[in-house]
């Protein structure tokens, strides 16, 4: 009676491991949607937009996206955790947002609180001004701001934001003192840059693409110059030690399983790894970043150290 307690206890042991094996390979059997914690029509909801169609040819699923906006993305991060830890449901992340905002106040969650498992692009920052800015480089804006410290203004988009980190760190590398001006999102930063309000902008290589002459790029935070713009020079190439920009990725509920969370990564490192999808990105003046579910707690980790520093010597965390 014992041997064969034993073997029907193996027997159904083995039929659960070979569902459990089933359902993974099967993954996704269903759509899944894709929670963007802000409005229609800004960079979160564009890039998804262009992921889309790409998930849908190479996995035969529909990425169904979705709009939980509030809170510069709190109210869905906050939410996060409480949602089915099954794959079916994703949410789009961004940095510095999630690590800035619970260092600021009680958002309800904290950073650790959000499992990220793919960052797959960054906006990079860009000093930008308007074409006929007497600013032609970035020399020329250093030098102005080191004759009249505190006088040259420079919109950027919000508060604690990657406009406003950068500004923070580039005053400090350059030894200059600009006044920073937050408006309500890029787009009003940009208007504001344009009407003359600023004289110039902490922006991003997006701006330059959507905007074409009406602007210029006197220098892009990136490791290499953008495809898009061959004539604008990094700032590491000018002699400052800035890469980064805001940077775009997707988490899931704490409690998805180990696998789902690795397909998950792998599936959308495919999507960023194919050519078509590439270029439409470049295109868009977004720069590709590969940072997948093994690679995520290091790049965390130096996001945050870079980020807090920054913060706290600008006094915007407590």
Do not use: C
């Not at 940095?95 to 619970?102: M, S």
Request: net charge negative.
């Amino acid at each position: 009676m014992l041997k064969l307690k034993s073997v029907k206890t193996l027997v159904i042991a083995s039929a659960v491991s070979l569902a459990a094996a089933t359902a993974a390979l099967a993954f996704p059997d269903k759509s899944v949607e894709y929670i963007i914690p802000f409005g229609p029509g800004g960079e979160s909801d564009i890039s998804a937009r262009f992921q889309q169609p790409f998930f849908k040819e190479k996995f035969g699923q529909d990425l169904v996206v979705s709009y939980k906006p509030g809170g510069g993305g709190a109210v869905s991060w906050a939410q996060l955790n409480s949602m089915a830890g099954d794959g079916y449901t994703i949410m789009g992340i961004n940095l510095p947002h999630i690590v800035i905002q619970p260092a600021q106040k009680d958002v309800g969650y904290t950073t650790d609180d959000i499992k990220a498992f793919y960052m797959f692009h960054y906006t990079p920052d860009a000093i930008v001004v308007t074409a006929d800015s007497p600013y032609q480089t970035l020399a020329d804006l250093i030098a102005d701001a080191k004759a009249n410290p505190g006088a040259l203004t420079m919109s950027g988009s919000g508060k604690a934001t990657a406009n406003h980190l950068a500004q923070i760190r580039f005053d400090k590398m350059a030894g200059i003192k600009t006044t920073y001006v937050p408006f309500k999102g890029t787009g009003a930063s940009t208007t504001a840059a344009l009407g003359k309000q600023v004289k110039a902008q902490w922006g991003y290589t997006t701006v330059g693409a959507a905007q074409g002459d009406a602007v210029r790029l006197l220098a892009v935070a990136m490791e290499e110059r953008h495809p898009l713009f061959p004539d604008v020079p990094t700032f590491k190439e000018l002699g400052f030690d800035m890469v980064g920009g805001a940077y775009r990725g997707m988490a899931v509920p704490k409690d998805t399983p180990d696998e789902t969370v690795k397909a998950l990564s792998d599936m959308f490192g495919e999507i960023n790894a194919d050519e078509a999808f590439r270029k439409q990105m470049l295109d868009g003046g977004f720069a590709l970043l590969d940072v997948g579910i093994d690679g995520m707690a290091e790049f965390m980790k130096a996001r945050k150290d870079e980020y807090i520093e920054a913060a706290t010597e600008a006094g915007l965390l407590n």
